[in-house]
């Protein structure tokens, strides 16, 4: 997100976020602290999948698709097509592109779909060691921080970004992603809950997104961390926002992150590149559902050639954090990604490119149920972990 169930190391790779009712909890139902430098309160999302008592767990080579490969993914992969198909019966046939944002942020999530099919199949999920916190990190923007359990620091900090399109999802949504990676790279990561579209346009969460990153690197001690070893992660939206908060760095004169860790990134403004032609029709991300995103974030089209959207056209792309960039090969946004590992790479920026063919958009953090998404946390987590080491 191979089988979590070879050993208690790998099955303690996978979380899988629960719905917020199901957790008690919201980003709403947070609050706002009164101070920005050291409200805290306590942040318990140890939710984990339970089966009956009688049932036997299972792995991910039990789980089988009821029907056959959809047309516009003749290849993608057993588990992947059957959390699509669970997804499907979750959200009902009206694309979510045809519904008020409103609706689309109510809608069973693909997390949702993969915990459904994780009860279906009876895969169950250790608890998490890990602790958790809540912090508002800039006026307006909380953020969920993750620290292992008995840390005494100072630890490794990854500011995580999470993915949404800038519109939808929240850090229950991707929950799972952030504790596997925290998990495997003994970091502790903050995930922000930047403010979203449309009542917030471009640059917002952009501006967001930097504030967070400027508040680890002054107040890391202050959570166990190393401000001196800090890295950005984002998935899709997210990963957008990772890689923008490297350039907006440099050109800001702030600490460069030690790495950048862009999953699916979206990284252009062109909804003609061949991942596009050729996934236009995927699930659970399509082209124009790409299209609903950028029309609910930015302010004009114009936007859409600003470099921090469009990230395979800036100008300047040197003296940025080394990357690894995952992509996913059933995904509108794969060429974008490879384009941007490629311009950085010519840039003389250090990347480790890395595509999953069979999977679809939003695989990574299932590393339970999908052994791709197992291989990718893995090696997101290891780069993590090489890139923050105590020098």
């Known amino acids: 997100m191979n089988s979590p169930f070879l050993s208690t190391s790998a099955a303690l790779s996978f979380r899988w976020a629960v719905p917020a009712l199901a957790l008690g909890l919201s980003l709403a139902s947070c609050g706002s602290p009164s101070s920005t430098e050291t409200a805290t309160s306590s942040d318990s999302t140890n939710t984990v999948a339970t089966t009956d008592s009688a049932t036997t767990p299972q792995g991910p080579d039990a789980i089988k698709p009821a029907g056959p490969a959809p047309a516009w993914a003749p290849n993608i992969g057993p588990q992947m097509q059957t959390v699509i198909e669970k997804l499907e019966k979750l959200q009902g046939p009206t ?28 895969v169950q999920a250790p608890p ?16 969920r921080i993750y ?13 995580y970004y999470h993915g949404g399109g800038w519109v939808i999802a929240n850090l229950d949504t991707y929950d799972s992603s952030v504790r596997a990676l925290a998990e495997k790279s003994g970091a502790i990561f903050v995930s922000v809950a930047y403010r979203q579209a449309p009542e917030h346009k471009f640059p917002t969460a952009h501006n967001d997104a930097f504030a967070a990153y400027q508040w680890v690197l002054k107040n890391a001690a202050s959570i166990k961390g190393d401000p001196k070893r800090v890295a950005v992660a984002g998935e899709s939206a997210g990963g957008n926002l990772a890689a923008a908060v490297c350039m907006m760095a440099r050109d800001k004169g702030a600490m460069q992150p030690k790495h950048q860790l862009l999953v699916y990134p979206i990284a252009g403004y062109d909804l003609n590149t061949p991942s596009y032609q050729k996934n236009a029709n995927a699930k659970p991300l399509s082209k124009p559902f790409m299209a609903w995103f950028f029309d609910k974030y930015l302010r004009t089209a114009a936007d859409g050639k600003n470099p921090l959207i469009s990230l395979v056209t800036a100008p300047n792309l040197k003296g940025l954090a080394p990357a690894t960039v995952i992509g996913a090969g059933i995904d509108p946004l794969m060429s974008e990604g490879k384009t941007y590992a490629d311009k950085l790479q010519a840039a003389g920026v250090p990347v480790k490119y890395q595509l999953y063919d069979n999977v679809t958009h939003e695989f990574f953090g299932m590393g339970a149920i999908i052994p791709e998404a197992m291989q990718a946390e893995d090696l997101a987590a290891g780069e993590l972990k090489k890139a923050l080491a105590a020098q």
Do not use: N, Q, W
């Open 95 to 122: 694309p979510p592109e045809k519904l008020p944002v409103a609706e689309v942020r109510k809608a069973p999530s693909p997390a949702d779909a993969a915990m459904a099919v994780m009860a279906d199949f009876h």
């Open 128 to 143: 998490s060691p890990l602790d958790t916190m809540s912090k508002e990190v800039a006026p307006g923007v909380k953020a």
């Open 147 to 159: 620290t292992p359990k008995g840390a005494t620091g100072p630890l490794p900090v990854v500011v």
